[in-house]
């Protein structure tokens, strides 16, 4: 007799990066409503500072879980602070503070109530925490099979729907990056359960197949990007685990998958101060 276990957390996080495709890919939409949405994205990336807020959410057997994040970040110097928050059957809970300072990324230990500096490598090291999914397209019109565009009172709404063929591009796309990941993982020196499990993650991965992907832009007055909207649903094998403990590959589920970006404001001095508070934490 079988029982269900939830799904890994690692597979969880890996499905978060498929929904906004892959940064590498060479865009030429210049026109209509996704040359609509890449200037938007231009624009967003041109502000002096901005507040954003990050949720991912996965629904999967009436259960629900998934992580917020808020963010502060000043563009002009690099640094930023954010709050990231996990959510599950017991609720949410704020796990990890960061703060950046342009070059270094500190984190808030809890254990000892102090913070921590951590080794960063290179530019892409210091980045805002997800703010690349609101300023890199990703694919191209030729990769988009229906868009639509809606406008009231100067907010434009800009949906489309992707191509199989695309989104199965991006799937061993990712693949490959799970198989490399998982090899590396195995030289790690983890425990033979960890390292099977991995495994299993990634033969889960490879049996899953989307249902409907569809992305979702609001573009506010000043033709800046404000909301970032993907839903996804994809069909995929459950992670079970029998009386004796071992694991395996169970019944296809589906799981639905949302992640919503927002910039709640931007160019405005308080948010530069709540980053300066910080700050001040850090360096105490």
């Not at 978060?16 to 040359?35: I, K």
Request: a negative charge; proline letters at 1%; glycine letters at 8%.
């Amino acid at each position: 007799m079988k029982r269900r276990a939830q799904t890994e957390a690692a597979v969880v996080v890996i499905f978060s990066f498929l929904l906004v495709f892959s940064a590498a890919r060479s865009n030429t939409t210049g026109r209509g409503e996704l040359g609509e949405v890449q200037i938007a994205m231009w624009n967003l990336n041109r502000v002096d500072n901005l507040q954003m807020s990050y949720v991912y959410t996965v629904r999967q057997n009436a259960g629900e879980g998934g992580e917020t994040m808020d963010v502060c970040a000043d563009l002009l110097t690099g640094s930023w602070v954010s709050r990231h928050y996990a959510t599950d059957e017991d609720g949410t809970r704020l796990y990890l503070r960061q703060f950046c300072d342009g070059k270094n990324i500190y984190h808030y230990i809890d254990w000892n109530g102090d913070w921590e500096k951590i080794q960063t490598m290179g530019e892409s090291g210091t980045a805002v925490p997800q703010l690349q999914m609101m300023t890199t397209l990703g694919y191209d019109g030729e990769d988009v099979v229906e868009l639509e565009r809606q406008e009231q009172n100067g907010i434009v709404e800009i949906t489309c729907s992707f191509a199989p063929e695309f989104l199965e591009e991006e799937k061993e796309a990712q693949l490959a990056q799970m198989e490399r990941s998982y090899a590396m993982y195995e030289k790690s020196g983890a425990g033979e359960s960890e390292i099977d499990t991995a495994g299993l993650s990634v033969e889960q991965h490879r049996q899953s197949r989307y249902e409907t992907v569809t992305a979702t832009y609001t573009i506010d007055e000043n033709q800046i990007l404000q909301k970032v909207l993907y839903e996804t649903t994809i069909i995929m094998p459950e992670i079970v685990q029998d009386l004796a403990g071992n694991k395996m590959l169970g019944k296809e589920r589906e799981m639905q998958i949302t992640t919503e970006m927002e910039i709640k404001r931007y160019n405005e001095s308080g948010i530069n101060n709540q980053i300066e508070q910080c700050r001040n934490e850090v360096m105490y």
